[in-house]
């Protein structure tokens, strides 16, 4: 019933089918510049990439709305992944999924403190708890949709993910 729960827990689930895609992705945008392996320095590009737009934002807290702060890393993460779908290497697309990773790493944070501030004291672990199922259920999904469209060309599939975090931040604009 509280908008900002319902959009937080929206837009945050519609990313998560695209974060869960990511993976698959990046093996296969590895084959595409040379060895599939290598999707392994993409998904680890990511994965520091959050590790460090987390402890960004952990030191310096930004002083906007967490639901404006989960806006602005969907739009990045958008935006970067949309040009790593177009990168010609592997070192670019690195760094983009790198960038990517930056935007990502604060929304979980957001999206949480979202939740603590919306959220009833009486209903806390439900909402915690729905969250959870639906990001988790939502990366799945996209985990198996991309891999049952793996033959498709990877720089269309990452353009996809890109475009589903776009439609998760129109989600999040729309439902708040």
């Not at 987390?54 to 930004?62: D, E, I, K, N």
């Not at 957001?110 to 915690?128: M, N, S, Y």
């Amino acid at each position: 019933r509280r908008p900002v729960l319902r959009a937080v827990t929206a837009g945050t689930g519609v990313a998560y089918f695209g974060v869960g895609a990511l993976a698959v992705t990046a093996v296969l945008l590895g084959g595409r510049w040379g060895d599939a392996t290598d999707g392994g320095v993409l998904v680890t590009a990511f994965a520091v990439g959050g590790l460090a737009g987390s402890l960004l934002v952990a030191r310096r807290p930004p002083a906007v709305a967490p639901e404006r702060l989960a806006g602005w890393c969907l739009l990045g993460s958008a935006l970067t992944l949309g040009l790593a779908a177009v990168s010609p290497s592997l070192p670019v697309g690195a760094v983009l999924f790198g960038a990517a990773g930056l935007c990502d790493g604060p929304l979980l944070g957001a999206t949480l403190d979202a939740r603590a501030r919306h959220t009833p004291e009486h209903a806390r672990a439900q909402v915690f708890t729905m969250g959870a199922a639906v990001k988790i259920s939502a990366a799945a999904a996209g985990s198996a949709l991309v891999g049952a469209v793996a033959s498709l060309p990877p720089q269309l599939l990452l353009a996809a993910v890109a475009a589903v975090q776009l439609l998760a931040y129109a989600a999040l604009r729309l439902l708040r």
